[in-house]
């Protein structure tokens, strides 16, 4: 079974930086992208990054430029570097894998397994 679990977070000043991993386990063939999504409270889990399985990364506008997803293969890990931070960046941020996409989508549709989630806060 595939299991995802978040470490990092935590709070951080605006314009600040900071980094989150997840270690995946059991992802299997099937797994192609991996990614970070993030949801506050009353809105809808978006995507931030996601990469594929040969390194492709995938940003959301409001993160390019910012933020530095990538994978290590031999750890099977995901990692989020984030700098330039504002307050709109504060939300729970989750790991996620999915199928096979090209490129790998930012939709949550396409993932369907997910870690618990972790929460970035940046202070104004």
């Known amino acids: 079974e595939v299991e995802l679990v978040e470490s990092g977070g935590g709070s951080v000043e605006s314009g600040g930086s900071s980094r989150l991993s997840c270690d995946a386990s059991g992802l299997g063939y099937l797994t192609y992208c991996l990614g970070w999504f993030r949801q506050d409270p009353d809105q809808e889990r978006v995507g931030v990054a996601v990469i594929g399985r040969q390194g492709t990364p995938i940003y959301a506008d409001s993160a390019k430029g910012r933020f530095t997803i990538s994978r290590d293969y031999v750890k099977n890990t995901i990692v989020l570097e984030m700098t330039g931070l504002k307050p709109e960046d504060t939300a729970k941020y989750y790991c996620?894998?999915?199928?096979?996409?090209?490129?790998?989508?930012?939709?949550?549709?396409?993932?369907?397994?997910w870690g618990q989630g972790t929460q970035v806060t940046v202070s104004s």
């Open positions: 996620a894998a999915g199928r096979f996409q090209r490129p790998c989508g930012l939709e949550q549709n396409g993932y369907a397994s």
